[in-house]
Nanobody
Framework: QVQLVESGGGSVQAGGSLKLSCAGYGLMLSSCGMGWYRQAPGNERELVSTRRSDGTISYADSVKGRFTISRDNAKNTLYLEMNSLKTEDTAVYYC???????????????????????WGQGTQVTVSS
């Protein structure tokens, strides 16, 4: 069974920083494309950042220069470091991973470029002025 478990959310004042974590269970994150999304009340879910399986990284224009996506393969964990936070960054943040293609040694592995089929439960980020 695959699980993505986010942590690191919280409340911070504008200008502050937070670092979100997304731990993978049953899925070898190093083989998978992954992303961070967010959803604010009344808004649709929006893409914040992606890290493709080939290492290509992209960011939404609204977070470029402030957010950094990274991965620790040894910990099987994806991160989103958020600096210079703004009130408009307030949202529930979700990590997502590509659907696994095959199973080996207790993990699903990805083949690259599949749709995001696994989602975490979300972690709340609240930025106050």
């Amino acid at each position: 069974q695959v699980q993505l478990v986010e942590s690191g959310g919280g409340s911070v004042q504008a200008g502050g920083s937070l670092k979100l974590s997304c731990a993978g269970y049953g899925l070898m994150l190093s083989s998978c494309g992954m992303g961070w999304y967010r959803q604010a009340p009344g808004n649709e879910r929006e893409l914040v950042s992606t890290r493709r399986s080939d290492g290509t990284i992209s960011y939404a224009d609204s977070v470029k220069g402030r957010f950094t996506i990274s991965r620790d393969n040894a910990k099987n964990t994806l991160y989103l470091e958020m600096n210079s936070l703004k009130t408009e960054d307030t949202a529930v943040y979700y990590c997502a991973a590509e659907t696994g293609a095959y199973y080996s040694g207790g993990y699903y592995f990805c083949m690259g470029d599949a749709d995001f089929g696994y989602w975490g439960q979300g972690t709340q980020v609240t930025v106050s002025s």
